[in-house]
C-alpha cells in the first residue's frame, strides 16, 4: 500500500553520508543541519498559509471576501505582508530591558520549533522518536511562557505587564488541563511514544476506541488547548485592545511578526498533537471489520490524512475565535479550576477503569 | 494631564491609574476616561470631555431656526432625524403652526427607521467590543438597507436634514413604501438570527449578566433615559408621556424591564427593535395623501419667552430649550442631551466592576460622544 | 397638581417669587437665596414630588447671570421650569443642588465653564469642557475672542 517508511529513505541517506565520510561529528551534523533547514522552511511557509487561511476564513464568516487581490485567490498576500514586515523600523524602547527585550520572541519561537520535531507527519517520517515524546512535546511547549513573561516584564510598561501576568496565569493553569487530557489516552494506549501511539490506532482511532472517557479527553483537550495558545474565546491578553494592547504593545517589525508567527505555529502543533493521538496522525480510517473499505482508505497518502485532520482541527479552533465573544479573566480562571480540571481527573479514573476491566474496542 | 489632586489621593501600594482615551477602540467617540485601578476592580472614574467640543450652543445664538436644524444632526448623529424633529416641532408649537398628517406620518417613519439604524449599529458595536468581530459584519450589512433608503428619499444617509418648520422638505419617493416594506420582511428573518449568535451565547450572558447595576431611584437621579433608564424600571418614554407627531395613533408597548445590568438594557434595546417595526408596519401603508409641508414665512421669528420641546431619541429623552426675545435668531438654546446624563451615571455604575466589565457597561449604555460634548 | 396649584405652593414657599407667562408650564423666578429650600421642598413635598431633573441651563440674562432649571414628577407627571439669577458679573455664585440631584453634578460644571456662575457646596467645582487654562466664559455675551469665534452678526 501507500504506507511508505520513511525510515527506509533516511537510513539510506545515512548510509551515504556515513559511507562518504565516516560515522562521526561531520556526518552528524550533516544531517542535523539538513533536518534544521527543512524544518525552518517548513515551518516559514506552513506559517505563511496560516495567514492566508485564518484570513480567508475570517472573510467567509463575516460575509465578505478576504484577499483576493495578490495573487491567485490572493495566496501571495501573506507573502507581500512579510516583506513589508521586514522593511519596518524597528523602534527601541529606551527604558527597556535591552537584552531581555530582544531574546523575548526569539524564545517563543523556539519552543514552539521544539515541539514540532517530534511530531509525527507520515511513518517514519518524524525528526525525533522519543520514548517519552508526549512528555517531550508538553514540556518544550510550555517553555512559550518564559517568551511572554519576559517580553511583558522588559517592556518597562505597566500595561503589557498586566497582558503579561495574565496571559502567564492563563497558560499555567490550562496546561494542566491539556496534560491530564493527554495522560487519558496515554493510560489507553500504554506508551507515550508516538510512533507507537499511532501504530496503537491501526484498527481504529483511539476516540473511537477509548467511546466515552476518550471523547470527553479531546472535549477538554480542545478547549484547554485554545486557552494554551491565547486563542479564541480566551484571548484576553492580546486582544486588549479593549484596554491595552497586550504583552506585546512595544514590539513592532520583525519582532512583532515573530510573536504572531508564533500563535499560529502553536495552534498548527496543538491541532497537530490532537489529530495524533485522538484521531492516529497519519494512519487512514480503518474500521475493523470491513477489510475492502480499509484497503481503498489505505490509497490515500499518509501526508494527506495527517495534513487534512490538522486543518479540519485548527478550521474549527478558527470558527470559535470567530464566533464567541471573549471570557473575562476571572471567568476563564474559573472555568479551568472549577470545571476542566475536576472533569479531567474525574474522566482519568474512569479510563483507568475501563483499561483495566478491557471494556474498549 | 492627570490633575495632581488625583494622584494624591491614591494609595499608591495597591492603586494605580490608567488612562482609556480619546482615541480608543471601545469608547465610541473622543471621550477620555482616568480609572482608578486596585488590581483588576475600578474604584474610580472621572470622566475627560470636551475633545470634540464644537460651541454649538453659541453657533445657534446667531443662526436662523431653519439654520439649527443641520446643527442638531451633528450633535446625536445616530438620531439625526429625530434631533431635527425635536427642533421642528419647538417651532412649531411656539407659532401655532398645524403640521399636515401626511408630515406627520412621514415623520414617525423616518424616525423610526432611524431608531432601527441606531440600534442596528449598536448591536454590531456592542458584539465586537466583547470579542465577537462577526457580528459587526452582520449589523452594518443589514443597516445599509436603511441607509439606501434614506439616500433615495432624503439625499444623504447619515445627517439627514429632512424635517423643516411646517412639516418635511420634499416628497417621498414612489417606491418609498414598497422599499420600506421589503426591507422589513427582510429584518424580521435577520432579527432572529442576531439573537441566536449574541443573545443566546452563554459567555455573552455571563459578561453582562449582573454587571453595571442601576437601581430605579439612582436612574431617576442621575437622569438616565432611554433604553439605558427603561433597563432598570423608570418608564421614561416620551413617546407615551408626551405623544408627538403620529405617535398617538400607533399601538406599541414601552418596553420596561427591572434588573437594570447590562443584559436587561441590551434586551431592551432588542425588543425595541421589534416594537419599531411593528411601529412602521402600522404606518407604512396608511400615510394619508395631501401636503407635505405648510408654507411658512420666510423669516421665522418666534415670540417672546422660553419653550421647551422634548422628543424620545434612540438614547433617552432629547429636549430642546429656547429663550427667545423676538429675534430671528434665539436668545438661548440649550440641547438636553441623553448622553451627557447618561454618563454621569457612569462613574456610579462601574464602581466595584472589573475593568473588563467596564467595556461591557459602555457599550450597554450607548454612548455617542458628540452628543455630550456638544 | 394643576399650574395654578403649583403657583400658589410656590408662592408659600418664595413669596417674593414672581411668574412669566408660558403657555406649556409654569416658570417662576426665584430669588437665588431661597432657591435651593424651594427646590428641596419641591422635591420632598408628597404634593409635588419633583425627582426628575430633565436640564440645567446656565443663561446670560444680561444684566444678570443665571440658573434655568427643568424639574418633572415621575409619578404625579407635572413639569415646572425655576429661575434664578445673580447680578454679580464678576464672582457669581449660586447653590448648587448636586445634593437633592445627583445629575446635577455633570451639569452644573458645564455652567461654570461656559458663564463663569460657580456653585456652593459642589463636590468638584471646576471646567468640563475646556482647558483648565483657558480664560474666559465663552456663553457670556460680552465674550470677545478674536482668534476662536468669527462674529458674523455684528
Known amino acids: ?361 | 494631564m492627570v490633575d495632581a489632586d488625583i494622584k494624591e489621593k491614591l494609595d499608591t501600594v495597591e492603586e494605580y491609574l490608567i488612562n482609556m482615551g480619546p482615541q480608543h477602540p471601545s469608547t465610541h467617540g473622543v471621550l477620555r476616561l482616568v480609572v482608578n485601578l486596585r488590581g483588576e476592580i475600578v474604584k474610580d472614574l472621572k470622566p475627560y470631555c470636551g475633545y470634540i467640543h464644537r460651541g454649538i450652543e453659541k453657533m445657534c445664538e446667531r443662526n436662523t431656526y431653519p439654520q439649527i436644524i443641520h446643527l442638531t444632526d451633528r450633535l446625536d448623529y445616530l438620531s439625526a432625524h429625530i434631533n431635527n424633529e425635536a427642533v421642528c416641532l419647538l417651532v412649531e408649537g411656539a407659532l401655532d403652526v398645524e403640521v399636515p398628517e401626511r408630515a406627520k406620518y412621514i415623520r414617525t417613519i423616518m424616525a423610526e427607521l432611524t431608531r432601527l439604524a441606531s440600534h442596528q449599529l449598536w448591536w454590531s458595536v456592542m458584539g465586537m467590543d466583547l470579542g465577537a468581530l462577526t457580528t459587526f459584519f452582520y449589523g452594518l450589512r443589514d443597516r445599509e438597507h436603511i441607509l439606501d433608503i434614506f439616500e433615495e428619499n432624503c439625499g444623504t444617509r447619515l445627517l439627514v436634514s429632512y424635517n423643516c418648520p411646517g412639516g418635511v422638505m420634499y416628497d417621498i419617493k414612489p417606491d418609498f413604501q414598497k422599499k420600506v416594506k421589503e426591507f422589513i420582511t427582510y429584518f424580521k428573518t435577520k432579527l432572529p438570527e442576531y439573537e441566536k449568535l449574541l443573545s443566546g451565547n452563554v459567555i455573552f450572558q455571563q459578561r453582562t449578566k449582573g454587571t453595571g447595576l442601576l437601581t430605579k431611584e439612582e436612574v431617576i437621579a442621575y437622569g438616565v433615559t432611554g433604553p439605558s433608564g427603561r433597563g432598570s424600571g423608570f418608564a421614561c418614554d416620551v413617546r407615551k408621556k408626551n405623544p408627538y407627531s403620529a405617535y398617538d395613533k400607533v399601538q406599541f408597548n414601552e418596553i420596561i424591564r427591572t434588573e437594570g445590568d447590562s443584559l436587561a438594557r441590551y434586551k431592551v434595546r432588542m425588543d425595541e427593535m421589534r416594537e419599531s417595526m411593528s411601529i412602521i408596519e402600522q404606518l407604512i401603508d396608511n400615510i394619508p395623501e395631501g401636503d407635505f409641508a405648510t408654507k411658512m414665512k420666510p423669516i421665522i421669528k418666534l415670540p417672546i419667552g422660553e419653550y421647551y420641546q422634548r422628543v424620545e431619541a434612540c438614547r433617552g429623552e432629547f429636549g430642546v430649550y429656547v429663550e427667545s426675545r423676538g429675534e430671528k435668531n434665539p436668545y438661548r438654546i440649550k440641547f438636553r442631551s441623553p448622553n451627557f446624563a447618561n454618563l454621569s451615571a457612569l462613574d456610579y455604575m462601574s464602581r466595584n466592576e472589573k475593568i473588563a466589565d467596564l467595556v461591557a457597561i459602555m457599550s450597554s449604555l450607548d454612548l455617542v460622544i458628540p452628543d455630550i460634548d456638544r | 397638581m394643576t399650574n395654578e396649584e403649583l403657583k400658589d405652593f410656590i408662592v408659600k414657599l418664595a413669596p417674593e417669587a414672581t411668574f412669566t407667562e408660558n403657555k406649556q408650564m409654569v416658570v417662576a423666578i426665584i430669588p437665588s437665596n431661597q432657591l435651593f429650600s424651594v427646590v428641596k421642598q419641591l422635591k420632598e413635598s408628597s404634593t409635588t414630588k419633583f425627582d426628575f431633573l430633565v436640564s440645567l441651563t446656565g443663561v446670560d440674562f444680561n444684566p444678570g447671570l443665571g440658573v434655568v432649571y427643568h424639574l418633572e414628577s415621575t409619578e404625579l407627571k407635572h413639569i415646572i421650569c425655576l429661575k434664578t439669577s445673580t447680578e454679580d458679573r464678576v464672582n457669581p455664585k449660586l447653590d448648587s443642588i448636586v445634593s437633592l440631584y445627583l445629575a446635577a453634578e455633570l451639569q452644573e460644571r458645564e455652567v461654570f465653564d461656559f458663564l463663569g456662575i460657580s456653585f456652593n457646596n459642589h463636590p468638584d467645582m471646576r471646567r468640563l469642557f475646556l482647558d483648565d487654562e483657558w480664560k474666559g466664559y465663552p456663553l457670556r455675551k460680552d465674550y470677545v475672542d478674536t482668534v476662536n469665534v468669527i462674529d458674523l452678526i455684528k
Not at chain 1, 248 to 265: C, P, R, V
Open chain 1, 1 to 361: 500500500m501507500w504506507l511508505y517508511d520513511f525510515a527506509e529513505l533516511t537510513s539510506k541517506i545515512h548510509a551515504g553520508l556515513a559511507g562518504s565520510l565516516g560515522e562521526g561529528l561531520l556526518t552528524t551534523t550533516i544531517e542535523m543541519s539538513l533536518v534544521g533547514i527543512v524544518f525552518l522552511t517548513f515551518y516559514a511557509v506552513l506559517g505563511l498559509f496560516l495567514v492566508y487561511m485564518e484570513r480567508k476564513v475570517c472573510a467567509f464568516f463575516q460575509c465578505r471576501l478576504g484577499p483576493n487581490r495578490v495573487g491567485i485567490f490572493g495566496l501571495l498576500q501573506t507573502i507581500a505582508d512579510f516583506i513589508k514586515l521586514l522593511m519596518k523600523e524597528l523602534i527601541t524602547v529606551k527604558s527597556a530591558d535591552q537584552f531581555l527585550f530582544n531574546v523575548a520572541p526569539f524564545i517563543v519561537i523556539i519552543a514552539s520549533m521544539l515541539a514540532m520535531g517530534a511530531l509525527p507527519f507520515a511513518k517514519g517520517l518524524q525528526a525525533m522518536d522519543f520514548d517519552i515524546g508526549i512528555l517531550y512535546v508538553m514540556a518544550t511547549s510550555s517553555l512559550g511562557v518564559l517568551g511572554i513573561l519576559l517580553a511583558g516584564w522588559s517592556s518597562n510598561n505597566k500595561y503589557s505587564l498586566i497582558g503579561a501576568m495574565r496571559s502567564g496565569a492563563q497558560i499555567v493553569s490550562y496546561e494542566l488541563s491539556v496534560g491530564l487530557s493527554l495522560m487519558t489516552i496515554v493510560v489507553l494506549a500504554g506508551t507515550m511514544q508516538f510512533s507507537e501511539i499511532i501504530a496503537g490506532q491501526e484498527s481504529a482511532w483511539f476516540i473511537f476506541r477509548g467511546h466515552v472517557p476518550a471523547f470527553i479527553a479531546f472535549i477538554v483537550f480542545i478547549v484547554a488547548s485554545t486557552a494554551e495558545t491565547n486563542r479564541g474565546p480566551f484571548d484576553l491578553a492580546e486582544a486588549e485592545s479593549e484596554l491595552t494592547a497586550g504583552f506585546h504593545t512595544e514590539y513592532s517589525g520583525i519582532k512583532f511578526a515573530l510573536f504572531f508567527l508564533s500563535e499560529f505555529m502553536n495552534m498548527f502543533l496543538v491541532c497537530a498533537i490532537a489529530a495524533t493521538v485522538f484521531f492516529g496522525g497519519w494512519m487512514p480510517l480503518h474500521v475493523p471489520g470491513l477489510a475492502g473499505f480499509n484497503h481503498v482508505m489505505d490509497f490515500i497518502p499518509p501526508v494527506v490524512w495527517f495534513f487534512g485532520k490538522t486543518f479540519t482541527l485548527i478550521f474549527l479552533m478558527m470558527w470559535f475565535k470567530w464566533t464567541f465573544p471573549r471570557l473575562r479573566i476571572d471567568q476563564l480562571l474559573t472555568l479551568e479550576w472549577k470545571f476542566l480540571l475536576p472533569i479531567s481527573l474525574v474522566n482519568i479514573l474512569i479510563m483507568a477503569l475501563c483499561v483495566l476491566n478491557h471494556w474498549y474496542f
